[in-house]
Structures are given as C-alpha cells and as structure tokens.
C-alpha cells in the first residue's frame, strides 16, 4: 500500500490493516467511500464553525486559552466573559448544573481541575482560595467545611469565593480581551438560556439552530421550573405506615421564590434517567418543612412502575399548579357570574357597583366580649360592632393585633344571635386550626372539614375533624363496619357501599348540627359541603388567597361577608407570571380597599416591645398602632446583652463582606452576616435564652442553608446540637407567627446597590415585626441606604442610636452619612444626618400625583425623615407619634408608605355596567386549558 495516499491514510484510520490481511476489494471501496462522506460531512462542520478550535466558547466562540474554562460534566468550553451580569462559564454552570471545570493547558495555571485541596470537592461554587502564611502560594478550599477548619499553615480567615461578581477571579480564567471581544459573536442572556434547553434533548446544537426557534411554551416551562428552583432536588426515600413510598425533599429556593405549597398539594416527581430509565410519578404532599433539616414529604400515589428509590439525585419536582383548587375557583367564579348565589346588594357591592353599603340593620348583642374568653380592647370592640352591622367590612390586623380573638368574637355573637351555621375559612390549614381551636375554646359546635388527601396530617385539633367525629359516631351500622374495616383491612363491595352511604349520611347529620365549619377556602368547594348554604362568611388571612380564591366560600350563599387580613403583610403568591399581572397576584381584600372600602383597624399590638413596634408603625400603619404591652412586660432579665442604646432591644448591624452566589446558583449567601448571626445567637444562648426562642429570618435560601451550617460547625456553645433548635426560615414562612428575638439577616451586600427581594416593604414589614424582646437587623449599610424604604429604616435605628459597626462587644455608632439615591450631594451638604429634614425639601417628584412606588426607589428623599421619633414610649400605650406639622407630605398619603401608595397608583375606577376588569378577565377564562393556551391568551392581553 502506499502509505503517502491520503486516501490510504483514512483508510489506515478506520481499521487495523495488520489484523485483516484480506479485505476483498468490494469491502475495500466500501469503506473508501464511507470514509469519504465522513469526511467531506466533517469538513463543512469546520467551515460552519469558521474553524474554531475546540476550546472556544460555546456561547460565543472566544477562543484565547487563558479566557476560557472546560466544563467536566459535558466536555464543552466557555470562556469568563460576561453577556448581562453574568459569565459565560457561570452561566452554563448555572443553566445546565454542571459544577465541575477544569483550566486550559495554556492556561497560566496549565491544565488544572479545580477542586477542595483537602477534601476534592469539585462545585466551583463551593470553593474559594486561602494563602499561606509563609509563603506566597494559595490553595483552594471548600467554604464548607475545609475552610473552617483552624489552620497552622494557612490563613483560612481569609478565605475569598472563586466566583465574584458572576464570574470567575480573573486569576483563575481572564476577562476576554477586546481583541477577543471583537471577533467574538454576540450573545444575549436569551439566546444562552434557549441553547442551554436546546442541549438537553441535543448535545451538539448550536446557536444557529436555536435562532429561528421560538417556542412561548417551552419558554413558560422553562421559567416555572428553573425559576422555582425545583430542578436538580435530591431525594431521600422511605415508606408510609400505610406502605406508600415517601420521597422528602428540599426546594432550593422555596425561601427566595415566590414558591407556596400547601400540604394536599400535588406534586410530579420526574426521575430525568441519569442512571437508569426516565421515571415520573405523582403524589400529594403530606408534610412541609418545619425546620431547616426538613424537607417536603411527598406521598407518592400506588403505580405500577416502582419509583428509583436507589437513586437519590438526577430528580425535579413539578407541581401541578391547576389542581382542585382552580377547578374550584373556576367553578366559583361561574357561580358568582350567575349572581343567584349572594345576596343582591353583596354582589353589588363586591363588584364595587354602589359607592355607598346599601342599608343593613342588625341588632347589636348587649355585651360584645365573650363571657370566659379574652375581654376586648375598645378598638377591637369598635370592630366587632362595626362588623356586625354591615353586610361587607374589612378589618385590619396589624400583627400582633389580636386578630383571632377579634374573629373568634364575631363568628361567636353570628352564631349565637342568628342561629345560623357561620362558615369560617383562611388560606392555610394553619391558620383555619388555629381559629377552630379558639372557637371550640367559646363554647362553639366547630366542625373542621380537612381535604381527603390532607386526613393522615396530624393536628392539634383532630377531635374536631369531619372524620374523626364520623368515626366516633353513634350509628351502630357505621361502628360495626369501621371496627370490620380495621380487622380486615379492608371491605367486601358490598359492605363498602353501605359504608359509603352511612358515612355520608352521618357527615350530613354532623354539619347540620354544627354552628361553624372551619376550613380553607378551597375547601369550601368540598363536595361534602355542597348543599349547605352558609349565609355568614368570616375569611381570616384574607389578603393571601386571590380573588377567585375568596369567592369559594363567598358564593355559597353568603349574605354577610367578613374579610380579615392585613394587606400591609404579603399577599397572595401566584405562581404563573402571566395570571399575576392579570389580576391574581391581587386579593379580593386590596380590591375592596381600591374601591373605596376602608378597613377597620386592629390598633393595639400585644406583641413587640414598644420600640419595636414603632417603626412598623410609623412606617406601614400611618403611626396608628398602639402598644398594648410596656417595655417592663418586654425586659429581658438578668441579660447583659451590649444594645447600643440602653432599654431599646434594637439593633443594626452592619458588616461589609460581599454576597456570594450560593451551591444552586441562583442564591445569595454572605458569611459575614453568618458569623455576626451566630455571635449573637451563642450570646443570648449563654444568657440562659433558649434556642426555640430565637429566630433568623433570610429571603435568600442560599443563606439559610449557609447559617445552619455555619452554626453546627462553628457555634461558639458548647453543645452544639442546641443550634438545630434555632429556626433559621424565610420571611414567608414567619408570616402570622413570632419568636422573643428575631436575626434578620439581609443577606445582600454589593457595590451596584442590587437589594432583590428587599425591596419589597411587605416583606419587610413581615420580618420586622416577629420580634417580642428583641430585633437584630444584619445587614449592609452602604449597600442598603440607597433603597428609600430601607434608607428610612436606617435613619430609624440611627436616631434611636441602634446603627452600629464593628464587633459585639465594642459596637461602634455609624456616624456617615446615609446617602440615598439621587441628591447624594445634596443630601450631604444640607447635613441631613444631623436629623435637620427641613431645607433639602426637593419639589422633585413630591407634588406629581402620578408619583409611584417604583419612583420612590429611584429618588432619594428619603434620607430625610418624616416623623421625628418624639414618640413618649415610655408610656404606656405610647401612641401616634406625630408627623411634624411643617411637613409638606403631610396630606400625601403616598408618603407615609411607598406600598400603600402603589395601591392607590393602581386604581380602577369600578364600572358601573359590569365586573372590575380583574374579574370579568378571569371569568372568560377556563383554566383548565393547557398551560400553554393559558400562557398565550395571558400574553394577548
Ligand atoms: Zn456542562
Ligand atoms: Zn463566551
Ligand atoms: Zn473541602
């Protein structure tokens, strides 16, 4: 053969000519041929590619070896530079999920895989690099636990993250030079997220093919499940009592997102093949988690295919988001369209159709507190009367305002004076247990009607269950089969038809007998209840479901409707992004409100130390919120705790380490926050506090994850397993609850001033105001001050003397200035920080009535502020500290509270000749379209 041929050269590629001697010439012309196409196929891929090497970037095709980093999962290059915010390299490592990469050859650190020196670690976002004391050569090191450990050789307290800023140290992969820029080819954030789905049902796609790809759907998809975080979720299995297989799991940013899932909800667990065949399967959750080390509980339903309990990783979640509930929203809707299911001047007044509550008399019992139950403070009677003299009325509860008591009262004297069954919903199971549990505690027939997948969920309140009281039944033909049930497991057809009949039969006689039913709102469409009609409806934590939500229990006959909540807390969370800016992101409670409906509020607050609550106040509730506790019921004994100011348990705390993206990804973590948390905690636990006691409020998942280890490994007690008593959750999850002392740890620390979920002054509000003994806010102050609503609060803790830098134990008062925004100069020079919010009065903005939120967060005004804290809070029911007279802002109610002003921005006017535009959209639509029809018609809007 002649070995200069080239053609002879591929052939010698293809198959060992020593081992076969004797190819036939037709075998020879065959793979000649073969091997031609091949070629020829592969030479136009290289002239499609404009001959880059493999080491470019597959995003953008920057090639320069230093530039460029070799993800070890699929084998595909990226380089450091950034398209938005983020690198290349990072952002495939955060699309894809492949955290482990390797340097270039030519790289100035030669061919290295970067992982942990001490234990190989490999998630670029876990590691970090320290240096040696003695020499001048680094190591790199996991943040968790290799960093921790006490080194003799190396500075491990001065250990940095790899990834800063979105991207890689440029010691580690370069920043592409404008060289490699200009021939690069432009890619923007979209078309990387476009590629990166592409990849997953083809390794080899490029942006070429993905260019002309437009699919809304897949993009929804997409959104939903990698926004909420519920890709790439380990699993730990296990069986149920009942021998249902139970997978538990964490969310990753259940915290962060706006992710809420109830117990009963539905979730599909997909098993996405990495080991073995693909799986999915569906199950209702039985649990939620209750502390940090939990997870959900998923009960998967009976299937033939037996789920990969060997597996562990590789899984997603799903949630079947259209379950029951929107079936019965729809089905509510529909009903209330109908106007026959409420009384006529309800329904009116619902649809904002008369501007005045048509005449309603009823008379008033003689004494409105509840005899042996919790005697009434005069606003919280002034609510009740109120309430029971109107045929629609909100009433507001600030926390700690007594909400329950108030609710319980009224539910009490409607069913006692009208001798009708109230009925008596929340949104969540919590919440509805809580009432039923105080409605029993009057004297009150109270029957709780729990979802059926929701029955094998403990509570506190089991004897008051539907099937509890079922079971417990007089009715000899149930007890007898009940007791066969057991014995046997299970019933022949026959016995379980009659037992069908006799239970629903029973169900019928003990609802009939109740005097309120107690339940969620979606449960109000619960089949059992469906011939009852309620004429009196009570919705406790009315500003969290959505409208359609609320209309459940409304439109099952209701005549009197009383709404509960506090819309200055969060509201509704809605999933789908495009039913939110329809209107469902918006409770039936605010809807009101933007009517012209004034909430009756809640006005003594039994919660929070006086200077606790008098920020909140001044801030959410126009100053209205009084204290009806002093600050003797709120002294901490025998604590030496350092306040920076005596007697007020309040306390800033700035630190100025950077955020760090966490292990997901897509959250925020920020150590030095950690570590000043757990200097705190470990103090007041050394005082004789116990850790059930403390609470640490995060928005960022990525943080609570981090502060939970931290704590376990570094906590500065003795028994450190006392820390996993700390609950350490989201805002989210401390809604309606409290804890003696609260660590709120903002989490956010950067140079652009980017504050994410912070921004939101509900959210806020909600974390604030946990706190009984004591508030710690952790946070960064140069990165803060710039938000007006967080600039105001800063301004608060400094007049109280409570701003503060340095180390616990010798607290330092921050005496710069809190710039804001846009007039820094201005602010600086008219001495703002001296407290003067005269002079720097700038006419900007303040007098444009279309002035909104969003305004609000690009000027700066607030650095001035606009109640002098003259508040007397040492007596005892300090109330309405006052807005200084000479305040321009006095009669713009925008002023006091940039959400209250974004309720009043948006405004409909109600139409007289029909539904508010909110409603009438929702009522065209049928939801239980596919997603993606949904997701188009919501886009037409
Ligand atoms: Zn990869
Ligand atoms: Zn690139
Ligand atoms: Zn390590």
């Given at each position: 053969m002649n070995h200069d041929s080239p053609l002879t050269s591929v052939v010698n590629q293809s198959i060992d000519v020593s081992s076969e001697s004797s190819l036939s010439k037709q075998d020879l012309d065959k793979l000649i041929n073969q091997n031609s196409e091949n070629f020829v196929s592969h030479e136009q891929e290289i002239l499609s590619l404009t001959a880059l090497p493999e080491h470019a970037c597959k995003y953008c095709g920057v090639s320069n070896p230093r530039c460029v980093v070799r993800c070890d999962i699929c084998k595909k290059w990226f380089c450091n530079?950034?398209?938005?915010?983020?690198?290349?390299?990072?952002?495939?490592?955060?699309?894809?999920?492949?955290?482990?990469?390797?340097?270039?050859?030519d790289s100035?650190?030669?061919?290295?895989?970067?992982?942990?020196?001490?234990?190989?670690?490999?998630?670029?976002?876990?590691?970090?690099?320290?240096?040696?004391?003695?020499?001048?050569?680094?190591?790199?090191?996991?943040?968790?636990?290799?960093?921790?450990?006490?080194?003799?050789?190396?500075?491990?307290?001065?250990w940095q993250p790899l990834v800063e800023e979105r991207c890689f140290l440029d010691w580690i992969a370069d920043y592409p030079t404008p060289l490699d820029m200009a021939n690069a080819r432009a890619i923007s954030p979209l078309?990387?997220?476009?590629?990166?789905?592409?990849?997953?049902?083809?390794?080899?796609?490029?942006?070429?093919?993905?260019?002309?790809?437009?699919?809304?759907t897949a993009q929804y998809d997409k959104q939903l499940t990698e926004s909420q975080g519920l890709n790439y979720i380990s699993v730990s299995w296990s069986m149920s009592p009942h021998n249902y297989h139970l997978a538990k799991f964490s969310l990753s940013s259940y915290d962060s997102s706006n992710l809420k899932i109830a117990v009963g909800d539905e979730i599909i667990l997909h098993y996405d093949g990495i080991k073995e065949e693909k799986w999915q399967g569906s199950g209702y959750v039985i649990k939620l988690p209750a502390t940090y080390s939990e997870g959900f509980t998923l009960e998967l339903q009976p299937s033939s295919v037996k789920p990969p309990t060997e597996?562990?990783?590789?899984?997603?979640?799903?949630?079947?988001?259209?379950?029951?509930?929107?079936?019965?929203?729809?089905?509510?809707?529909?009903?209330?369209?109908?106007?026959?299911?409420?009384?006529?001047?309800?329904?009116?007044?619902?649809?904002?159709?008369?501007?005045?509550q048509p005449e309603f008399t009823a008379k008033l019992p003689e004494a409105i507190s509840v005899p042996n139950f919790t005697q009434l403070n005069p606003s919280q009677v002034n609510a009740v009367k109120s309430v029971l003299q109107q045929?629609?009325?909100?009433?507001?509860?600030?926390?700690?305002?007594?909400?329950?008591?108030?609710?319980?009262?009224?539910?009490?004297?409607?069913?006692?004076?009208?001798?009708?069954?109230?009925l008596v919903t929340a949104s969540s199971n919590i919440a509805v247990d809580h009432l039923a549990s105080k409605l029993e505690d009057i004297g009150l027939k109270v029957v709780r009607v729990t979802a059926r997948s929701r029955e094998n969920v403990e509570s506190a309140i089991d004897h008051l269950s539907l099937s509890s009281l079922v079971s417990n039944t007089n009715n000899p033909v149930l007890k007898k089969l009940l007791k066969k049930k057991d014995e046997l497991g299970s019933l022949s057809k026959k016995d379980m038809n009659i037992y069908i009949s006799q239970t629903k039969k029973a169900e019928a006689e003990i609802l009939a007998e109740a005097h309120v039913v107690c339940c969620t709102c979606s449960g109000a469409g619960d089949k059992r209840l469906a011939n009852i009609k309620f004429p009196y409806v009570l919705i406790d934590e009315s500003t969290q479901p959505s409208e359609p939500e609320s209309l459940i229990p409304i439109v099952k006959g209701a005549k009197q409707v009383i709404l509960v909540g506090d819309h200055q807390q969060l509201g509704p969370v809605i999933l789908h992004n495009g039913a939110a800016k329809a209107g469902l992101r918006q409770s039936l409670f605010e809807r009101l409100i933007k009517l012209g409906h004034i909430p009756i509020r809640l006005e003594v607050q039994y919660r929070m130390h006086p200077s606790l609550s008098e920020f909140p106040s001044n801030m959410f509730y126009d100053g209205s919120l009084q204290n009806g506790v002093s600050h003797e019921q709120r002294l901490i004994r025998r604590s030496s705790f350092p306040w920076p100011a005596p007697g007020?348990?309040?306390?800033?705390?700035?630190?100025?380490?950077?955020?760090?993206?966490?292990?997901?990804?897509?959250?925020?973590?920020?150590?030095?926050?950690?570590?000043?948390?757990?200097?705190?905690?470990?103090?007041?636990?050394?005082?004789?506090?116990?850790?059930?006691?403390?609470?640490?409020?995060?928005?960022?998942?990525?943080?609570?994850?981090?502060?939970?280890?931290?704590?376990?490994?570094?906590?500065?007690?003795?028994?450190?397993?006392?820390?996993?008593?700390?609950?350490?959750?989201?805002?989210?999850?401390?809604?309606?609850?409290?804890?003696?002392?609260?660590?709120?740890?903002?989490?956010?620390?950067?140079?652009?001033?980017?504050?994410?979920?912070?921004?939101?002054?509900?959210?806020?509000?909600?974390?604030?105001?946990?706190?009984?003994?004591?508030l710690f806010v952790l946070g960064n102050i140069k990165t803060l001050q710039k938000d007006p609503l967080w600039n105001r609060l800063l301004v608060h803790f400094r007049d109280k003397g409570a701003l503060?830098?340095?180390?616990?134990?010798?607290?330092?008062?921050?005496?710069?200035?809190?710039e804001s925004a846009r007039f820094k100069s201005t602010a600086e020079n008219n001495g703002l920080n001296q407290g003067d919010n005269k002079g720097d009065l700038n006419s900007n903005g303040f007098s444009n009535p279309k002035f909104t939120a969003e305004d609000l967060s690009s000027t700066s005004f607030s650095s001035l502020h606009p109640f002098r804290a003259n508040v007397d809070t040492d007596s005892r029911f300090a109330s309405n500290p006052s807005i200084p007279s000479m305040s321009p802002f006095l009669n713009q109610p925008q002023w006091t509270n940039p959400?209250?002003?974004?309720?009043?921005?948006?405004?409909?006017?109600?139409?007289?000749?029909?539904?508010?535009?909110?409603?009438?959209?929702?009522?065209?639509?049928?939801?239980?379209?596919?997603?993606?029809?949904l997701t188009s018609r919501f886009n037409n809007l």
């Open positions: 530079g950034k398209s938005g915010t983020t690198s290349h390299i990072i952002s495939h490592m955060v699309l894809s999920r492949h955290h482990e990469v390797s340097l270039h050859s100035d650190l030669g061919e290295t895989e970067l992982e942990c020196y001490s234990c190989g670690n490999k998630d670029p976002f876990m590691l970090g690099f320290v240096s040696a004391k003695t020499d001048t050569i680094v190591v790199i090191l996991c943040r968790i636990p290799c960093s921790q450990a006490k080194d003799s050789d190396w500075n491990t307290a001065n078309d990387i997220s476009k590629l990166e789905r592409q990849w997953r049902s083809d390794e080899t796609a490029t942006l070429e093919d993905i260019k002309d790809l437009i699919d809304a597996h562990n990783v590789g899984f997603r979640a799903e949630i079947v988001w259209k379950g029951i509930s929107f079936q019965r929203m729809q089905a509510a809707l529909t009903t209330f369209a109908e106007k026959k299911s409420i009384s006529k001047d309800l329904y009116d007044i619902l649809l904002g159709h008369k501007e005045e045929r629609l009325s909100l009433i507001q509860g600030p926390p700690g305002t007594g909400k329950t008591v108030t609710s319980a009262t009224i539910v009490y004297h409607l069913a006692k004076s009208k001798k009708k069954k109230v007020i348990p309040l306390l800033f705390w700035s630190s100025y380490g950077t955020e760090e993206i966490s292990i997901s990804g897509t959250s925020f973590l920020n150590r030095s926050e950690a570590m000043n948390c757990e200097k705190i905690i470990s103090r007041l636990l050394s005082e004789g506090i116990k850790p059930h006691q403390i609470g640490v409020i995060t928005p960022y998942q990525g943080q609570r994850d981090y502060i939970v280890q931290y704590l376990l490994m570094n906590g500065a007690h003795p028994d450190r397993e006392i820390y996993q008593d700390v609950e350490v959750a989201s805002v989210d999850a401390f809604q309606g609850r409290e804890k003696d002392f609260i660590i709120f740890s903002c989490t956010r620390s950067n140079h652009t001033n980017t504050i994410g979920f912070l921004k939101d002054a509900r959210r806020l509000n909600v974390a604030i105001t946990r706190a009984k003994y004591g503060v830098e340095g180390r616990l134990d010798s607290f330092q008062l921050y005496t710069a200035s809190l959400s209250t002003f974004q309720l009043n921005e948006q405004i409909r006017p109600s139409t007289p000749d029909g539904p508010p535009v909110d409603l009438r959209f929702i009522q065209g639509l049928n939801l239980d379209e596919p997603i993606s029809e």
